[in-house]
């Protein structure tokens, strides 16, 4: 059991229900090795920030326009993510300037690839990404894949989970990627991002099961799952 953080009972019940409950521990203690971890502390001027906003506009992610206060990729992935995380909080009022002209499939903070994507919530009938390191989540369209940017419906379809009308899994012929989907409409309360791509893992060994890939990993690392 985690030493540090106490997990929820619904959590380790539902975790315990889809088979995952020692792959979620494992996640908690990711995390704590995350809290404990000796990050610096950072500011943002309002140039940096104003440089970075223009960045948006032309294409580009934010990490790439941002000096960062040390050399993300020398350090861990675990502290590499806990800095992303923080910065992508700290960066407040972003939202809006990303949301209206960011159109990439690539994380706008830190260029990672997506991890899920999310019907409703604050987006109502849109669609967002969420990024697979930094968890930041931004619009996206519909009907599209994120990896390929093929938008030919006789391309694209989707796998629905059997236990919860809350997952799917949408899929790219053309690619043969998929992305697991959580829709907030029919799901209504979800957990952290995070803690729903590890708790849907029977979707990724189903669309695996159906010749699908997935490009980027959940929070443990993994890719392939079967």
């Known amino acids: 059991m985690v030493n540090h953080v106490i997990l929820s009972e619904d959590i380790l019940i539902e975790a315990e229900k889809r088979g995952v409950k020692d792959l979620l521990e494992h996640y908690y203690y990711f995390l704590d090795a995350m809290k404990a971890a000796d ?3 950072f500011n943002i001027s309002s140039s ?3 440089d970075a906003t223009e960045g948006i506009k032309k294409g580009r992610y934010v990490l790439k326009t941002v000096k960062l206060p040390f050399d993300l990729h020398g350090k861990e992935d675990a502290f590499r993510k806990a800095f992303l995380i923080n910065l992508a909080k700290g960066l407040n009022g972003f939202e ?4 209206k002209h960011w159109e990439n499939s690539f994380c706008p903070v830190c260029g990672s690839l997506p991890s899920l994507g999310v019907l409703g919530g604050d987006r109502e009938g849109g669609m967002s990404l969420v990024c697979s390191l930094c968890e930041t989540q931004w619009d996206f369209r519909r009907l599209y894949c994120p990896f390929c940017g093929n938008d030919n419906q006789e391309w694209l379809g989707y796998l629905y989970s059997e236990t919860d009308e809350g997952y799917r899994v949408n899929y ?5 990627l998929y992305l697991k989907i959580v829709d907030i409409r029919k799901k209504g309360n979800v957990y952290s991002y995070p ?5 849907t893992l029977p979707l990724d060994i189903l669309a695996q099961e159906h010749g699908y890939k997935r490009l980027a990993p959940n929070p443990l690392g993994m890719v392939m799952v079967k």
């Open 39 to 41: 990050i610096p502390s």
């Open 48 to 50: 940096e920030l104003q």
């Open 195 to 199: 803690i729903e791509d590890i708790i």
């Open 96 to 99: 809006d300037v990303v949301n």
């Open 172 to 176: 790219c012929n053309k690619c043969k």
